[in-house]
C-alpha cells in the first residue's frame, strides 16, 4: 500500500517551455502533497506543501509564479513549471502521506521527474 | 532557521555496522525519519521516531534524544546493496513537512 505514481519521469524540452507534472497517490487519499527539488549530490529541497482545495504554501525562496501548484483532488496534486529555462533543469520529487492514517504516517514519495530544459 | 548536521560519507565493509548521526535545530519539531535514497531513485522509508529511545525494524535501527537533539540511524550486517544515500529529516510544522539533512553517502565495500 501507500504507493505515490509520479508522471512523467523525464522530459526533456526547450527553454521557455511549461512542463506540467503529475503527482498520485493511487491507493490512499492526501489531503497534503509536498513538492521537492533535488540537484546532483544534494539534499531534498521543500518547495511547496500543496494543500487539496486551497492555496499551497511556498517556502522562502520559491517563486510561486513560476511554479504553479493545483491540488484539485484528494489524489492529485500537479506542478507546472512556467516558461522554463535551463537553471530550472533538476529532479523533482513529490511526496504524500494518508490522510486517514495517525498523524505519525511517514511521507511516501514518487519517483520523481527527471526534467532538462535545453 | 532550521538545520539538520549528518557526515557526509561513511565507508564500510560487509557484515560491519554502520551508524550515522544526525543533529538536529528545528521549530516546531514532531520527530525525526530517515529516508534511504539510491543513485537516480526516490526516497524510500526507514523509520521515524517522534518519542525518545530506540525504534527496530529489521537490520535498521534508529534512535532519538529530544533532549539532546539527536539521533542515529545504525545499520547492521550490512550488504553491498546498502550502499545508498541516507538522509535524516524533521518532522514540523502545521502539516508534518519534512526538513531534511545533506544526506550522508554509504558505501559498503566486500
Known amino acids: 500500500g501507500a504507493v505515490v505514481s509520479q508522471h512523467p519521469s523525464w522530459v526533456i524540452c526547450k527553454s521557455g517551455t511549461s512542463v506540467k507534472i503529475e503527482c498520485r497517490s493511487l491507493?490512499?487519499?492526501?489531503?497534503?502533497m509536498f513538492w521537492y527539488r533535488q540537484f546532483p549530490k544534494q539534499s531534498l529541497m521543500l518547495m511547496a506543501t500543496?494543500?487539496?482545495?486551497?492555496?499551497?504554501?511556498?517556502e522562502q525562496g520559491v517563486e510561486k509564479d513560476k511554479f504553479l501548484i493545483n491540488h484539485a483532488s484528494l489524489t492529485l496534486s500537479t506542478l507546472t513549471v512556467t516558461s522554463a529555462h535551463p537553471e530550472d533543469s533538476s529532479f523533482y520529487i513529490c511526496?504524500?502521506?494518508?490522510?486517514?492514517?495517525?498523524?505519525?504516517?511517514?511521507?511516501?514519495f514518487g519517483d520523481g521527474t527527471r526534467l532538462s530544459i535545453l | 532557521g532550521q538545520s539538520l548536521e549528518q557526515p557526509s560519507e561513511v565507508t564500510a565493509v560487509e557484515g560491519a555496522i554502520v551508524q550515522i548521526n544526525c543533529t538536529y535545530q528545528?521549530?516546531?519539531?514532531?520527530?525525526l525519519s530517515w529516508y534511504q535514497q539510491h543513485d537516480g531513485g526516490a526516497p524510500t522509508f526507514l523509520s521515524y521516531?517522534?518519542?525518545?529511545g530506540l525504534e527496530e525494524t529489521g537490520r535498521f535501527s534508529s534512535f532519538l534524544s529530544r533532549s539532546d537533539s539527536y539521533g542515529y540511524l545504525l545499520l547492521q550486517e550490512l550488504q553491498m546493496k546498502d550502499s545508498a544515500s541516507y538522509f535524516c529529516?524533521?518532522?514540523?510544522?502545521?502539516?508534518?513537512?519534512?526538513?531534511f539533512g545533506a544526506g550522508t553517502r554509504l558505501a559498503v565495500h566486500p
Open positions: 500543496s494543500n487539496e482545495g486551497s492555496k499551497a504554501t511556498y
Open positions: 521516531n517522534a518519542l525518545d
Open positions: 491507493d490512499f487519499q492526501a489531503t497534503t
Open positions: 528545528t521549530s516546531g519539531f514532531y520527530g
Open positions: 511526496s504524500a502521506r494518508d490522510s486517514g492514517g495517525l498523524s505519525n504516517q511517514p511521507q511516501h
Open positions: 529529516a524533521a518532522v514540523s510544522g502545521g502539516y508534518n513537512k519534512l526538513i
